[in-house]
């Protein structure tokens, strides 16, 4: 059985150390971006199972980058999870538009980051059989 592929992009290296850490043990192979023009170059000419983003990063926003994702037919589908410090609705309702799949809010616990990943990846490959 193949690791699933997750691109994870936050402009903070601690947390993408520590999540990517956390994640790789889940059993994903982890690709990193620290800003949001270097994971769009990632998510334009590779695949992935899912994708992380954070709404605030230097170049392309985590918004911008899920709105370009969704425009492309090979990224489409591909579950779309923004992490944001961020929380009122109107910053829920520009993810959910731009084609987030999940909106994650920081701080959040890693094992729930997890649950929410399994599960969207669960309901792609669901959907794609």
């Given at each position: 059985m193949t690791a699933l592929?997750?691109?994870?992009?936050?402009?903070?290296p601690r947390l993408v150390h520590i999540v990517a850490m956390y994640l790789g043990m889940e059993?994903?192979?982890?690709?990193?971006?620290?800003?949001?023009?270097?994971?769009?170059?990632?998510?334009?000419?590779?695949?992935f199972d899912a994708v992380i983003l954070d709404v605030m990063?230097?170049?392309a926003d985590g918004i911008s980058v899920c709105r370009a994702m969704r425009q492309q037919p090979h990224t489409r589908r591909t579950p779309v999870l923004i992490f944001t410090a961020l929380s009122s609705v109107a910053?829920?309702?520009?993810?959910?538009?731009?084609?987030?799949?999940h909106m994650i809010t920081k701080p959040f616990s890693l094992p729930?980051?997890?649950a929410v990943l399994h599960a969207s990846v669960g309901r792609r490959e669901l959907a794609a059989t």
């Open positions: 592929r997750l691109l994870l992009a936050d402009d903070d059993g994903f192979e982890v690709v990193t971006a620290l800003d949001g023009e270097q994971a769009l170059r990632h998510v334009m000419s590779e695949t990063m230097p170049g910053d829920a309702e520009r993810a959910r538009l731009a084609g987030a799949t729930g980051l997890g």
